[in-house]
T-cell receptor, first 115, second 112 residues
Framework: NAGVTQTPKFRVLKTGQSMTLLCAQD?????MYWYRQDPGMGLRLIHY???????AKGEVPDGYNVSRLKKQNFLLGLESAAPSQTSVYFC??????????????FGPGTRLTVT | AQSVAQPEDQVNVAEGNPLTVKCTYSVSGNPYLFWYVQYPNRGLQFLLKYITGDNLVKGSYGFEAEFNKSQTSFHLKKPSALVSDSALYFC??????????FGTGTRLLVSP
């Protein structure tokens, strides 16, 4: 049981390049989230999904796109990377089960640098 | 708007002493509150949560948190700090359907 995994762990991009971050969870959770963490700003929600085939915007969605084609995977895409997207990205998942309601499980993070 | 505030960027405490990490919240309705911990180069780990019931919530690693409705606070506490407790601590609040709003984090440094 790996929990939430993220690929890759590190990445350096040049301005204008594109990339996709992959998140996978093996807990059969319905809900999945992408956050970015910046110093002094805590975690901010980029996009989230309440089920396979559905996505929604969070607090800071601009410049990102997401897809959830399979329940266990949640992809975050950057179509044209900008230096302002340098950050650490975390994926999380949660269940609708009443005992675990709202408790989110986090992946180890992806450190992205855009030069 | 629903929000949480962590007024201290850093808390320093000596090993063996009690520790408190502060969190206040703003929400309409009943708050659902969480504490998470982040060790260096790791993702966030759940510590404890308050949904309803007793105002004193016990969690992992000997941590507990006290919910105070009149002061809109949810402070994290531990009776005796360990060096290994040094980490970044986040308070969070449920804000909408299955979404959490996080505070800016408080770095806890426990000195030997």
């Amino acid at each position: 049981n790996a929990g939430v995994t993220q690929t890759p762990k590190f990445r350096v991009l040049k301005t204008g390049q594109s990339m996709t971050l992959l998140c996978a969870q093996d807990m059969n959770h319905e809900y999945m989230y992408w956050y970015r963490q910046d110093p002094g700003m805590g975690l901010r929600l980029i996009h989230y999904s309440v089920g396979e085939g559905t996505t929604a915007k969070g607090e800071v969605p601009d410049g990102y796109n997401v897809s959830r084609l399979k329940k266990q995977n949640f992809l975050l895409g950057l179509e044209s990377a900008a230096p302002s997207q340098t950050s650490v990205y975390f994926c999380a998942s949660s269940s609708s089960t009443s005992g675990d309601l709202y408790e989110q499980y986090f992946g180890p993070g992806t450190r992205l640098t855009v030069t | 708007a629903q929000s949480v505030a962590q007024p201290e960027d850093q808390v320093n405490v000596a090993e063996g002493n009690p520790l408190t990490v502060k969190c206040t919240y703003s929400v309409s309705g009943n708050p659902y509150l969480f504490w998470y911990v982040q060790y260096p180069n790791r993702g966030l780990q759940f510590l404890l949560k308050y949904i309803t019931g007793d105002n004193l919530v016990k969690g992992s690693y000997g941590f507990e948190a006290e919910f105070n409705k009149s002061q809109t606070s949810f402070h994290l506490k531990k009776p005796s700090a360990l060096v290994s407790d040094s980490a970044l601590y986040f308070c969070a609040l449920v804000a909408g359907f299955q979404k959490l709003v996080f505070g800016t984090g408080t770095r806890l440094l426990v000195s030997p």
